[in-house]
């Protein structure tokens, strides 16, 4: 079965960086879709990132330029490393997995994503 544990989430001061790690067993990590979400406390959840098996990578406006997502084939990661951090990006993030890639547009969408993890908290504090 397909599993998926999340680390490296923490309380950081804004301005700070982290490196979210998502380890994926149970399935051919090579051949997915995979991305990364967050919840901030009484928000929906939302899409962050996402890449494809090739390495073509997507990102939330909000985000862009300062988070990079990436994958390690060789070691079934998938990584997440995040710079300039905001207090605006505290929230439980997610990894989510998928065998087949979403619909044009639509990689942000939750309902896309057949597999979670249990997520991992990130706070930034001012």
């Known amino acids: 079965q397909v599993q998926l544990v999340e680390s490296g989430g923490g309380s950081v001061q804004a301005g700070g960086s982290l490196r979210l790690s998502c380890a994926a067993s149970?399935?051919?990590?090579?051949?997915?879709?995979m991305g990364w979400f967050r919840q901030p406390p009484g928000k929906e959840r939302e899409g962050v990132a996402a890449?494809?098996?090739?390495?073509?990578?997507s990102y939330a406006d909000s985000v862009k330029g300062r988070f990079t997502i990436s994958r390690d084939n060789a070691k079934n990661t998938l990584y997440l490393q995040m710079n300039s951090l905001k207090p605006e990006d505290t929230g439980t993030y997610y990894c989510?997995?998928?065998?087949?890639?979403?619909?044009?547009?639509?990689?942000?969408?939750?309902?896309?994503?057949?597999?979670w993890g249990q997520g991992t908290q990130v706070t930034v504090s001012s």
């Open positions: 890449i494809e098996s090739d390495g073509k990578t």
């Open positions: 149970g399935y051919t990590f090579s051949a997915y879709y």
């Open positions: 989510a997995a998928d065998p087949e890639p979403p619909y044009a547009g639509t990689w942000y969408l939750v309902r896309q994503y057949n597999y």
